[in-house]
């Protein structure tokens, strides 16, 4: 082989070396891994919310610039961007998660195919070393709320799918408010016939001893034990107001002539006055010591003096 030849083949040579020695020295350029959960690219309306879910794998020591990522607000007329979120992953090898949640605010007349826009992402170490990726646009399509006929016009009788509203049908209510009046009107009745039974609609009603028998249950109420005395006195109150002047016991043959309504309950009325002398004026006690006993005696007493003042 001549010289020239031999020239040229060792130049190859030493080309061939050179090369898969900087094939071999040299090392890979480090670039972010993605990949991306995309909503359905079909079927959004008005008022949707499309979430794109980015998974970043960074190479050791760089950190995503998050200047990078889009700004919350408003991206075109029709689009809003809501939500960024930034997870990192708990270790240096973990991916980083991004979360971006667009609003759209656009309702077109027919379906309509739009893009959200694509990004371009960096990170960088500290040694200030930069590395991009791009994130792609996603194209989907927006449907319509409502389906118009073309060729016919809003409210047009022939365009039969835009129906009117329908009208609220108004409840029938002739039934239960009649109902209810009956109801009220037997109710109001019935109280009626109890108030005359019980004798609250007439003038002597309003007697003494109805006025006594009131006054009796006050004071059982207000005062534990009962008073004896305020209860006696409530009771001869109402004997005196009934014949217009004081009764004591030797009256009573007057007063039972006088008003002999009462005559009936003539030993009652006694048995009364018998306790009440005794008790103001010998110091003498409720027999059995139970002033409440007492108390329910008179009460017995009244309600049967007040059955007959209502039969005067």
């Known amino acids: ?26 090392q890979p350029r480090p670039a972010i891994g993605l990949s991306i959960d995309e909503p359905r690219a079909y079927g959004h309306v008005v008022g949707d919310h499309i979430q794109r879910t980015l998974r970043l794998q960074l190479p050791d020591g760089f950190q995503l610039e ?9 991206q075109s007329y ?5 939500v960024v979120d930034i997870r990192a992953a708990a270790s240096s090898a973990g991916p980083v998660v991004v ?15 739009r893009e959200l826009p694509a ?15 791009r994130v792609p646009a996603f194209a989907f399509t927006m449907s319509p709320i409502l389906e118009l006929d073309p060729d016919a016009g809003f409210g047009d009788p022939d365009n039969d799918l835009l129906l009117a509203d329908a009208m609220p049908v108004r ?4 039934g239960p408010r009649r109902a209810t ?9 019935a109280l009626l016939i109890w108030v005359w039974a019980a004798g609250y609609l007439s003038a002597s009603a309003r007697g003494p001893f109805a006025r006594a028998r009131v006054s009796l249950r006050r004071q059982r109420r207000a005062h534990e034990p009962p008073e004896v005395a305020k209860a006696l006195r409530t009771v001869h ?26 005559a009936d309950l003539v030993d009652d009325i006694g048995a009364f006055f018998d306790f009440s002398r005794r008790y103001f004026f010998a110091g003498a006690a409720p027999a059995d010591g139970d002033n409440h006993a007492l108390i329910d005696r008179l009460e017995r007493l009244v309600q049967g003096c007040r059955k007959r003042e209502l039969k005067a």
Not at 100 to 106: A, G, H, P, S, V
Not at 119 to 133: H, P, Q, V
Not at 171 to 174: C, F, N, R
């Open 66 to 74: 998050r200047a990078s990522l889009p700004s919350v607000g408003a």
């Open 171 to 174: 409840p029938a209510v002739a």
């Open 119 to 133: 990004l371009d992402l960096a990170a960088a170490n500290a040694a200030g070393e930069r590395i991009t990726r």
């Open 237 to 262: 109150r109402a004997f005196d107001e009934t014949a217009g002047q004081a009764v004591f016991a030797d009256d009573l043959d007057a007063f039972i002539a006088a008003h002999p309504v009462f």
């Open 78 to 82: 029709w689009l809003e961007l809501a």
């Open 1 to 26: 082989m001549s010289v020239r030849p031999r020239l040229i083949v060792g130049l190859f040579g030493v080309i061939a070396t050179l090369s898969i020695s900087s094939a071999v020295v040299a």
């Open 99 to 113: 979360r971006l949640d667009y609003q759209l605010f656009y309702a077109p007349l027919q379906a309509t195919r």
């Open 181 to 189: 009046f009956v109801g009220l009107a037997i109710t109001l009745f």
